[in-house]
């Protein structure tokens, strides 16, 4: 049963609500509202249209509702709550002794219709779930999404496995004034084991969480779950981004995603069908303090309508790992794997675990991505080519081809997307296209996965980087929702990466739909502004930057690579120059000294900043040629 609420519209942005009445301590206090609510008989007041999704959340068949009031002409009539709402001009006529309020901010609600309350009625509202105005940012309008900067994070520390989030303080260097971050660590059933409040360190200083460091703090056992990380009195940014390596004592393990995008979503898609001899666990994070009943999460085969529904449910904040083989046995790379999700969980991670010769086995963990439901062809994007060149490119690394296979397998992302009509191109570090082939309109359902090597036949540059791109020449339709999932093998130490992302619009002055897109303000997007954190010893940092670029635009980028160390101080900058159409694979000792690079420490990081170009990048951490891990990159 998928949730009835609004979580995320690509028009408004993210919905406070539903993060103010799931916040885990908001939780708290509705567990003590709903029992004083279950005294008596209750009128509901909703004046806001909140109720339904309330009810969504927290199960409240325990109450006697006697009439439910409504504000707006238009929702008259309507059922709420298993009532006819009735005007709120009816509410004098309510037996009711109490009135629950379903709105935040209520004071203001509840003095309109002060004249309108039945003598001695009590009023209730949602403000009882309201955190303390120590955690907000905006205390005049609660539902003010900087109030809600929160994100999850799939955290473990066990069986010599271990996770780091890292990211920076940039909320103080759009103007807050003294952040913090309010975690709570919740175990696999969903129950607390630590929780604790640290002040964010100084604008853009590195802001690091370590499992192992929390289970050392808090004498903690084994364990695997949800990190609810919550970080208040933020300025400039709802959103927290971060990096997450997941590593181990040995070279088994390592791995890197970033922020699980904190918004619930209807379906997610790119989960790969495991190989012969491998697991793929799908790692589900209940989002909410509501129990996944079963049958309430599905899978099927990307293109096929046969779903598997998981037959358990997840407790409320719990995390459970489906091995995928369970629900669809006869699933095989290169298929993919479409996951009905019904807004009960934040995108969701999902580990390969090797089972080879190799003891212990390897294990890489990736994310799947949010299929957009909103969206249809747009008719539109098989002209943009008159006016904006190549138009949307999802630009992917090509890896030193003589230790790395580079692999491309395009993925659906949309449920209009019945067919996508594409090409992939190679190019060297100096954007010269080294190989190239249509692959046709595929449908919904493919299994198409090129090996780079096919694609250049054993010619040019040894890396670069390759893009897929929209190719009508066979028909089709495009929504401008482009994804692929890129797999990257080593050949020597068996170990794999893989990383997923969408298309955009790059490095052109025209504009269209958004695109290209700016992380700061209106369309174009024309500049750079990329995160590259460290891990721990001894790992190393790598990174490739991509110059994409729709139409023609400057001939070199003005790359400056910018060290800090953990408060976020510059050690030194080096400038660098990339090809338009080409790309630069580097690691920081490449261009710092070893001094500088002792002063950063693991908690440093490399600011990559362009102002003259839109560079895409992805970064990872390698261990000599033990293992190596890779993702797209963020900014802020």
Same mark, same amino acid.
């Given at each position: 049963m998928a949730l009835n609420i609004e979580t995320f519209s690509n028009a408004k942005g993210g919905n406070a609500f539903f993060k103010a009445i799931g916040h885990p301590l908001a939780a708290r206090q509705a567990a003590d509202l709903l029992q004083d609510l279950g005294t008596g008989p209750i009128a509901v007041y909703d004046p806001l249209g909140y109720a339904r999704a309330f009810a969504e959340i927290y199960d409240l068949s325990g109450l006697d509702i006697a009439a439910v009031y409504v504000q707006?002409?238009?929702?008259?009539?309507?059922?709420?709550?298993g009532c006819k709402a009735q005007p709120v001009t009816d509410l004098p006529e309510t037996k009711a002794k109490k009135i629950f309020v379903t709105a935040f901010d209520s004071a203001r609600l509840v003095a309109h219709i002060r004249h309108l309350l039945p003598a001695g009625a009590e009023v209730a509202?949602?403000?009882?779930?309201?955190l303390p105005d120590s955690m907000l940012t905006n205390t005049r309008n609660y539902l003010d999404s900087l109030n809600f900067a929160t994100n999850l994070v799939l955290f473990r520390d066990g069986q010599g496995h271990h996770t780091r989030l890292a990211t920076a303080n940039y909320w103080s260097g759009y103007g807050a004034k003294a952040p913090t971050a309010w975690c709570c660590l919740m175990d696999e059933d969903g129950q607390p084991l630590a929780e604790w409040s640290d002040p964010l360190p100084? /604008?853009?200083?590195?802001?690091? %969480?370590?499992s192992q460091e929390v289970r050392e703090r808090f004498d903690l056992e084994d364990f695997t779950g949800s990190l609810f990380l919550h970080v208040c009195g933020v300025a400039g940014h709802d959103i927290v981004k971060y990096a997450l390596d997941t590593y181990g004592d040995g070279d088994e393990m390592l791995s890197c995603t970033h922020d699980a995008n904190a918004w619930p979503a209807d379906l997610y898609a790119g989960v790969p069908a495991p190989k012969d001899g491998e697991t793929v666990l799908l790692w589900v994070q209940n989002s909410h303090p509501a129990t996944v009943p079963a049958g309430s999460v599905g899978l099927n085969l990307m293109g096929e309508k046969k779903i598997a529904w998981l037959d358990r449910a997840i407790p409320p904040f719990g995390t459970l790992a489906i091995d995928t083989a369970d629900l669809l046995p006869e /699933?095989?790379?290169?298929?993919? %794997?479409?996951?009905q999700a019904g807004k009960h969980f934040v995108r969701p991670r999902y580990e390969v675990i090797a089972n080879g010769a190799v003891n212990p086995p390897r294990r890489r963990i990736a994310h799947a991505n949010v299929e957009r439901?909103?969206?249809?062809?747009?008719?539109?994007?098989?002209?943009?080519?008159?006016?904006?060149?190549k138009g949307f490119i999802l630009p992917a690394p090509i890896l030193p081809r003589g230790r790395f296979r580079s692999l491309a397998l395009p993925t659906p992302m949309s449920t209009c997307q019945a067919n996508l009509p594409l090409a992939l191109y190679a190019y060297d570090p100096d954007g010269k296209e080294i190989g190239g082939k249509s692959l046709g309109k595929l449908p919904r359902n493919h299994a198409t996965l090129v090996d780079i090597e096919d694609l250049v036949d054993g010619a040019g540059s040894d890396w670069g980087h390759m893009e897929l791109v929209y190719d009508f020449a066979a028909g089709g339709e495009a929504d401008g929702w482009l994804h692929g999932l890129f797999r990257y093998e080593d050949k020597a130490s068996g170990h794999v990466a893989e990383t997923s992302f969408g298309a955009h619009i790059f490095n052109a002055v025209l504009t269209y739909k958004g695109e290209p897109q700016s992380y700061a303000g209106r369309a174009p997007g024309l500049s750079t502004r990329l995160f590259l954190s460290f891990g721990p010893q001894p790992y190393e940092a790598l990174c490739h930057l991509i110059y994409p670029a729709s139409t023609p635009w400057h001939d070199k980028s003005a790359t400056t690579l910018i060290l800090h160390d953990a408060d976020g101080q510059p050690l030194a900058e080096h400038a660098v120059q990339i090809a338009c159409g080409g790309s630069l694979l580097w690691t920081p000792?490449?261009?710092?000294?070893?001094e500088d690079m002792k002063k950063a420490g693991p908690a440093g990081y490399v600011i990559i900043r362009d102002t003259t170009c839109r560079l895409f990048g992805y970064h990872g951490l390698t261990n000599g040629e033990k293992a190596f891990s890779f993702d797209h990159m963020f900014g802020f």
């Open positions: 707006d002409l238009e929702d008259i009539g309507h059922d709420i709550l509202s949602l403000d009882a779930l309201r100084g /604008a853009y200083a590195s802001v690091v %969480i370590d /699933a095989r790379w290169p298929q993919q %794997i479409e996951v439901v909103d969206l249809k062809p747009d008719p539109r994007i098989p002209e943009l080519s008159n006016l904006l060149g000792s490449d261009f710092f000294s070893a």
